[in-house]
């Protein structure tokens, strides 16, 4: 486990809609003892993302923060906002404060998602200047989605820590992301049945998570 002091702070990403983003934070958000941000929430079916890590990980209210953005349609947020009459002004996604505690931020979408018709979500990275951890998924497609993210993200020098692959083991695209994107994979996580807090706990053990966030807290380059 993290230690509090550290104050770590990082956003998970996904390099397309469904590759398991919100699974992903749960599993840091619980090993990292961290506080759970989603900024920008589209589609409340079912209470949204923030509901289901809270249902996940059963994550008491001193853990999460409610989103800047929620709307209903379950749709790009720029496109959700308008349908709502509503323009989001970047300004209310400034970072929160969390004291000594860990914070998980999930995005909206992929990189280039728009969250208005002149912000996509790749600048509000780029004023966060956290460390990203991109999420992808295991298996065919993923070399194109996950190189081209890592390009867009470095274009901006956005740092990025490392991949999670989600989803069946597969042979190469592993090596084939590491050594081509020049990134490490923090993990390959299988898909787990059910998703809950036992599950996610054993995967962070088994995958061996623990040390390398405790690297990226203590890195002199953590924000």
């Not at 923030?50 to 379950?74: S, T």
């Not at 998924?137 to 820590?161: C, D, Y």
Request: aromatic share 4%.
């Amino acid at each position: 486990m993290i230690p509090s002091s550290a104050a770590l702070r990082l956003v998970v990403c996904g390099t397309d809609t469904d590759v398991g983003k919100t699974v992903v934070s749960a599993l840091l958000v619980q090993g990292l003892n961290a506080i759970y941000w989603k900024p920008v929430q589209s589609g409340l079916e079912a209470g949204g993302d923030r509901e289901r890590v809270m249902r996940l990980i059963d994550l008491p209210a001193d853990r999460w923060i409610k989103e800047a953005y929620a709307f209903q349609a379950a749709v790009s947020p720029h496109w959700a906002a308008e349908l709502e009459n509503t323009l989001l002004d970047p300004k209310r996604l400034a970072l929160p404060p969390c004291g000594t505690r860990p914070l998980v931020v999930e995005t909206a979408g992929g990189l280039h998602v728009p969250l208005t018709r002149a912000w996509q979500q790749i600048d509000q990275l780029q004023e966060w200047m956290l460390p990203v951890v991109l999420v992808a998924r295991s298996g065919l497609g993923t070399l194109n989605h996950t190189l081209l993210s890592l390009e867009a993200l470095r274009s901006r020098k956005i740092p990025v820590f490392g991949l999670i692959l989600n989803g069946p083991a597969h042979a190469d695209n592993p090596r084939t992301l590491a050594e081509i994107g020049n990134v490490p994979v923090l993990a390959e996580l299988p898909p787990l049945h059910p998703v809950n807090g036992e599950t996610l706990r054993n995967a962070w053990h088994t995958l061996g998570l623990g040390p390398k966030f405790e690297a990226l807290a203590n890195r002199p380059d953590n924000r």
